[in-house]
């Protein structure tokens, strides 16, 4: 079960994103089970490593690349959770019906992209599917994980990354919560404005027990750790879920073949583990060594 106060997730779970760059790189889909494999091992290498990691580390991996992983995930007795949408679909649809056919870790995640201009009945839509999924979970006593993705419009870059991104996400956050929708944790794009990560704090933190955990897109270390200090006195903010920033480079080069397998392991977990101690550094994290 996730630690209410303390999250490092590993996200792995990347599925059209791969399909896209294997496609570019005339590299066979069929390696995929293989790069989510690499994925698996650098997270383990880590959990060997860290005490934190151990008590309080995630891997989110899907069904469809790495069943088999799922399954070793479990019975090595890691706390491994699977994705519920669709990969690259707007608005949300699931990747399996029934759900168990998918949702077969420990934990669940879903992701929907948000603006506020969406058709009111697309937002509606999107809101009632994840109260199904939310009613099956707790039916199956699995902490459930939304991922919330708000793309710029024409709004300024800096003004939309401060205040802009961060005030649409509390507003349907609050409409979530009208609505009954309150999952155990929340996954949200990172802000480096200390006011606009309060702005989600605040929100969260209407439903007693709300959680957020933030999400990475791919960044370098230096922005990362920017909103990681934003989030800096946010009582919500509890850890993060990142996997492109921790897996893409040494995965990529891997499959490549211009890095072993070996030294791919070790980077992925080194990167994890950067991660883990620049949460801890800035005091976001329960008291813990790496």
Request: net charge neutral.
């Amino acid at each position: 079960m996730l630690n209410r106060d303390c999250v490092y997730m590993l996200a792995a779970d990347h599925r059209w994103q791969w399909d896209e760059w294997c496609d570019a790189h005339s590299i066979p889909r069929t390696r995929i089970p293989e790069i989510k494999r690499l994925a698996y091992d650098g997270f383990l290498d880590a959990h060997r490593q860290s005490d934190a990691v151990r008590r309080f580390g995630a891997l989110l991996i899907d069904e469809q690349y790495a069943s088999a992983v799922i399954a070793q995930g479990r019975r090595d007795g890691v706390e491994v959770g699977t994705p519920a949408e669709r990969p690259g679909v707007s608005p949300l649809e699931w990747t399996a019906d029934p759900f168990d056919r998918a949702l077969t870790g420990t934990f669940v995640k879903v992701l929907i992209r948000h603006r506020p201009e969406h058709a009111a009945a697309m937002r509606d839509g999107q809101i009632a599917k994840l109260l199904d999924l939310q009613a099956w979970c707790r039916r199956e006593q699995k902490p459930l994980v939304v991922e919330i993705l708000v793309s710029r419009s024409s709004e300024p870059e800096d003004e939309f990354e401060a205040t802009g991104r961060p005030t649409i996400i509390a507003r349907l956050i609050q409409h979530a919560y009208s609505r009954g929708l309150a999952p155990e944790f929340w996954k949200i794009e990172g802000t480096p404005s200390p006011i606009g990560a309060r702005l989600i704090d605040a929100a969260i933190a209407e439903h007693a027990g709300g959680r957020q955990i933030i999400l990475g897109k791919g960044a370098d270390h230096s922005t990362i750790g920017e909103w990681f200090a934003a989030a800096a006195g946010c009582p919500t903010a509890v850890g993060f879920a990142i996997g492109r920033s921790v897996v893409w480079d040494p995965a990529t080069k891997f499959a490549s073949g211009t890095m072993e397998r070996d030294r791919a392991v070790s980077a992925i977990a080194a990167n994890y583990l950067a991660l883990v101690a620049a949460w801890q550094q800035r005091g976001l994290a329960a008291p813990s060594s790496v």
